[in-house]
T-cell receptor, first 115, second 111 residues
Framework: KAGVTQTPRYLIKTRGQQVTLSCSPISGHRSVSWYQQTPGQGLQFLFEYFSETQRNKGNFPGRFSGRQFSNSRSEMNVSTLELGDSALYLC??????????????FGSGTRLTVV | LAKTTQPISMDSYEGQEVNITCSHNNIATNDYITWYQQFPSQGPRFIIQGYKTKVTNEVASLFIPADRKSSTLSLPRVSLSDTAVYYCLVVTSGGYNKLIFGAGTRLAVHP
């Protein structure tokens, strides 16, 4: 079956702009999570959505937001971009239980560069 | 969520067995141990998960002692393509889907 699809793969934006990233989870997965990965901070949890509701949120400013649609596809938005937002943004989908056999499936990410 | 500690880096040679140990002293009763592998500019990939004793799949084995305060990921006969960062995580059964990643172990496999 198809994996987790993230678009776009690469993105260059200017400080102050906003950006929207998209994630299509594995068919049948209703949970979608977002992570930010930077060399300095590593992999950090942003938020998690299940059935269009945000269930969990990491420690990021309000400029980072997300949503999930009825087909489980998810988008995340970053407003008023800062240089420090340059990162690899990863989306992951998971079956109902984290302790299932296969765990999370991550996409290949969107590499965002803010200039 | 239990904090994990693992070596920052390891070196090995092709064909050798590699064992990466992770410490998770504060693991709770309903926590599982999970390992992910990540290549540069890609998302982490699930390798294996276990609760206690030994779990084996087609790519790795996971050894968990009775006290569950540590675990060891074993990669048999590594190849150059196993060069990656390996993350040990503790996940909670029934908990909200949220993974806490540490710094991971950077494994370098040499010819």
């Amino acid at each position: 079956k198809a994996g987790v699809t993230q678009t776009p793969r690469y993105l260059i934006k200017t400080r102050g702009q906003q950006v929207t990233l998209s994630c299509s989870p594995i068919s049948g997965h209703r949970s979608v999570s977002w992570y930010q990965q930077t060399p300095g901070q590593g992999l950090q949890f942003l938020f998690e959505y299940f059935s269009e509701t945000q269930r969990n949120k990491g420690n990021f400013p309000g400029r980072f937001s997300g949503r999930q649609f009825s087909n489980s596809r998810s988008e995340m938005n970053v407003s008023t971009l800062e240089l420090g937002d340059s990162a690899l943004y990863l989306c992951a989908s998971s079956p109902p239980s984290l302790t299932g056999q296969y765990g999370y499936t991550f996409g290949s990410g969107t590499r965002l560069t803010v200039v | 969520l239990a904090k994990t500690t693992q070596p920052i880096s390891m070196d090995s040679y092709e064909g050798q067995e590699v064992n990466i140990t992770c410490s998770h002293n504060n693991i709770a009763t309903n926590d599982y141990i999970t390992w992910y592998q990540q290549f540069p500019s890609q998302g982490p990939r699930f390798i294996i998960q276990g609760y206690k004793t030994k779990v084996t799949n087609e790519v790795a084995s996971l050894f968990i002692p009775a006290d569950r305060k540590s675990s060891t990921l074993s990669l048999p006969r590594v190849s150059l393509s196993d060069t990656a960062v390996y993350y040990c995580l503790v996940v909670t059964s029934g908990g909200y889907n949220k993974l806490i990643f540490g710094a991971g172990t950077r494994l370098a496999v040499h010819p």
